[in-house]
């Protein structure tokens, strides 16, 4: 029976507190009537995944806020018609964020833009002086938000991954040695292995505390990394040979010790230099698997 699983995830509550706790401060201390929007957006915007990608987006918004004033002040300085410095704008706005390869959606310069542009009795300067203000509280809130309730540790995810691959591995060599002539492929753990990747970069941007225990954890990490890439370099050697040779007996008992239906007898009696290559790179894999699991299981807390 499969475990029920709820819908909504922390990061999602973490945000509704985070906004919450921005509109409460911002009804006291924001310096502008559209405060709530502004501190709502920040606040959203702060919530991300890790602690790195909270600071770029913290930066991001800021300093778009501040090039969408500059961009206002530019144009009204000019005398650049209404529409057309907005028009400008957006497009400077835009572009810059796609050179820059911002994640962020470019909301709050546009709005600061399009605000002081088609507002002529808006005061610049006091008018985006208090957009500042309004976003850093829902960003600085949305920070603290996220950094300190249940941070974001996927490395439960990355074990579970790893783990994986264990039974990918037997899978692989059960199908390899059990006697037909379909041989098994290695995408899935080829994406496994891409999702590890993934994951562990994730896991190296989290936490802005305990440096010396997150690099500890994540060297480990790596570790099963490397040793699961070099288990797929065996695993892709064994699937290309032309002719796969037989399994002597070492192997055989131990996969099977494993759980791996492999047959009996061997139903290609290939070469000796193909019986070598194959139990060589077998032996090698089975070694692999070994130092993965003493990796994952070394010690990861303290």
């Keep these: 029976m499969r475990s029920w699983k709820s819908p909504v995830g922390m990061r999602t509550v973490k945000t509704a507190l985070a906004v919450?706790?921005?509109l409460l401060v911002v009804e006291q201390y924001g310096?502008?009537?559209?405060?709530?929007v502004f501190a709502t957006i920040g606040a959203i915007s702060?919530?991300?995944p890790t602690f790195t990608a909270s600071l770029l987006a913290c930066l991001t918004q800021i300093c778009g806020v501040t090039v969408g004033v500059l961009l206002a002040l530019a144009m009204t300085a000019l005398n650049v018609p209404d529409m057309l410095a907005v028009g400008i704008g957006i497009i400077v706005i835009l572009t810059s964020y796609q050179h820059f390869r911002f994640k962020l959606v470019p909301v709050l310069p546009c709005i600061v833009l399009v605000n002081v542009c088609l507002n002529p009795e808006v005061e610049a300067l006091t008018y985006s002086t208090g957009r500042l203000w309004d976003t850093a509280i829902g960003l600085g809130i949305g920070m603290l938000v996220n950094t300190l309730i249940f941070p974001y540790d996927n490395s439960r995810k990355i074990r579970r991954t790893i783990a994986g691959l264990d039974e990918d591995l037997i899978l692989f060599l059960q199908e390899m040695f059990d006697g037909d002539n379909q041989l098994p492929?290695?995408?899935?753990?080829?994406d496994k292995l891409e999702t590890l990747e993934g994951q562990l970069v994730l896991f190296s941007q989290q936490r802005l505390w305990r440096r010396?225990?997150?690099?500890r954890v994540l060297q480990q990490l790596k570790n099963c990394g490397d040793t699961a890439q070099e288990l797929l370099v065996e695993l892709a050697t064994l699937r290309n040979m032309e002719r796969l040779g037989c399994l002597n007996e070492e192997n055989r008992k131990a996969?099977?010790?494993?759980g791996a239906a492999v047959a009996e007898h061997c139903p290609v009696q290939g070469t000796s230099v193909e019986n070598t290559v194959v139990?060589?790179?077998v032996a090698r894999a089975l070694s692999l698997r070994e130092e993965l699991k003493a990796n994952l299981a070394g010690p990861h807390r303290r």
């Excluded at 310096?31 to 709530?36: D, E, G, I, R």
């Excluded at 996969?255 to 494993?258: F, G, S």
């Design 279 to 281: 139990n060589y790179h």
């Design 212 to 215: 010396k225990r997150q690099k």
């Design 20 to 22: 919450i706790l921005a």
């Design 185 to 190: 492929q290695t995408d899935m753990i080829e």
């Design 31 to 36: 310096a502008s009537p559209a405060k709530v």
């Design 46 to 48: 702060a919530v991300a």
């Design 255 to 258: 996969l099977r010790a494993l």
